[in-house]
């Protein structure tokens, strides 16, 4: 089987990669061996790695094809099946898709486990709808599934990212009156509700440091590791729990360290807000702690310089952990400074954010596609000056072969279209084809 064609496709279903299958009376009498060629599982168990495939992909918009197809196929889902669907969806954040892969499965006779349902809830959590997380509690007790600790931790996060303090505090009346104690997951939705709460309480500073503290404190909550269900669908507890640092919690190398959980939370609550004052208390806990920070860390406190507007500060954060002797650099600490140095387009962080790129390239690390994408959308931005930020971008892309996502294409040829450039000029030309080729295929009425 050529298991890994449907992989090699951009933004385009199963069914217009291969063909759909029996609609056609061509389908219909197709040889044995047309068939073979045009199909691409045969039962579900070639199935159930298909959708591990386009999940390890990110391309989880083809689960519900792939889904379809089984299902045309007469190829009867399994629990783990469903299981595999259900956290793709939740890893590309499609709440519809995740419901009806649930329709699908109850009517199917298999009723959600417990595992499932937390994921549903983070889902929503994910998804910032708090109201449907709720539900979906009600539901576990309808078709009486007894919800865990970890479903509430799960409820508790959820509501913290809607920003519902008033729920956050709720469940946690709830969980001590069970004579059950908080766990880091939990102090951390505290700091995330404070962070998302429409306005930012006057007490949220105070609030911060009172939570980063109490945390430290012993607590009879059940244990943190993550249960066997959850490894063998590859949800980490900062995934499950929406945690900041779930896109790394499965990168090696000291980028973020399991014992500094509460920190990143709060950290990363204060370079969103730019609370310069906090974070710099924050750091002064840590250090009292005995611990140092980590990659996540370092990025937050940059983060929080530079969006405040302080590039002084924001490179000397990154200056010192480079010669701080700790783990290895990873590339999201040059690019934290390069979009941070950028912002406002002023000469001094521009010439940063250009010296910080040459340095990343001259030390070996490169940019994915994603972080390649997202910089040269910010730099296509540039109003003035020479475009240097955003040509370098493209050509550090470009030399690996890499190609930008449509909006940021689209915006960096909108760029040089602005600018004095000859017509016949090398590099408008090549940008303007891969344009219009990207716009045929994901440009205004595209799907």
């Known amino acids: 089987m050529s298991l890994l064609k449907l992989l090699t496709g951009h933004h385009r279903s199963l069914a217009q990669h291969f063909g759909r299958r029996y609609f056609s009376s061509a389908a219909a009498a197709a040889s044995t061996e047309e068939y073979a060629k045009r199909n691409y599982a045969n ?13 390890a992909q990110r391309r989880h918009f083809l689960l519900r094809d792939v889904y379809e197809d089984m299902v045309l196929d007469g190829v009867q889902p399994t629990r783990d099946t469903f299981h595999s669907l259900i956290a793709g969806t939740m890893k590309g954040a499609r709440l519809q898709d995740a419901f009806f892969f649930t329709d699908e499965m109850k009517s199917m006779g298999l009723v959600p486990d417990v595992t499932l349902y937390n994921i549903l809830i983070s889902l929503c959590g994910k998804c910032h709808n708090s109201d449907q997380a709720i539900r979906v509690l009600e539901d576990m007790k309808i078709f009486e ?4 600790v970890q479903s509430y931790v799960c409820l508790l996060n959820a509501c913290a990212a809607a920003g519902r303090l008033d729920r956050v505090y709720a469940i946690i009346r ?19 509700a404070y962070k998302n709460k429409t306005p930012v309480p006057e007490d949220f500073a105070s609030k911060i440091i009172e939570f980063v503290e109490r945390s430290k404190e012993w607590t009879s909550v059940e244990s943190s590791s993550v249960s066997a269900d959850n490894m063998m669908m590859g949800v980490s507890l900062e995934e499950l729990y929406n945690m900041p640092t779930a896109d790394y ?17 709060a950290f990363h609550a204060c370079a969103d807000l730019k609370n310069v004052k906090l974070m710099e208390t924050l750091s002064e806990m840590l250090q009292k702690d005995g611990k140092v920070p980590d990659i996540f860390i370092t990025m937050q406190i940059m983060r929080c310089y530079l969006h405040s507007g302080d590039l002084d500060n924001g490179l000397k954060a990154f200056e010192d952990y480079m010669n701080s002797g700790r783990s ?25 954010a250009q010296d910080t790129l040459v340095n990343m390239n001259s030390r070996g690390f490169f940019l994915s596609p994603k972080m390649g994408s997202d910089l040269l959308l910010q730099a296509a931005g540039e109003k003035t000056g020479g475009y240097t930020i955003a040509n370098l971008i493209w050509d550090m892309m470009q030399t690996r072969r890499m190609t930008p996502t449509f909006p940021a294409v689209q915006a960096y040829y909108n760029g040089l279209k602005t600018r004095e450039i000859p017509a016949d000029d090398p590099r408008l030309l090549q940008v303007t084809r891969i344009y219009q080729n990207l716009r045929e295929r994901f440009g205004p009425g595209r799907s």
């Open 43 to 55: 039962n579900v168990s070639e199935y159930n790695t298909v959708i591990d495939s386009i999940t």
């Open 145 to 148: 599934v007894k919800p865990m």
């Open 174 to 192: 709830d969980m001590t009156a069970a004579g059950l104690g908080l766990n880091k997951y939990c102090y951390a939705g505290l700091i995330t």
């Open 249 to 265: 919690a499965h990168r090696r190398g000291g980028f973020i360290s399991n014992q500094l959980t509460i920190y990143h939370v």
């Open 328 to 352: 290895a650099p990873a590339a999201e600490l040059f690019v934290t400074l390069v979009e941070g140095a950028m912002i406002g387009y002023t000469p001094k962080g521009m010439q940063i």
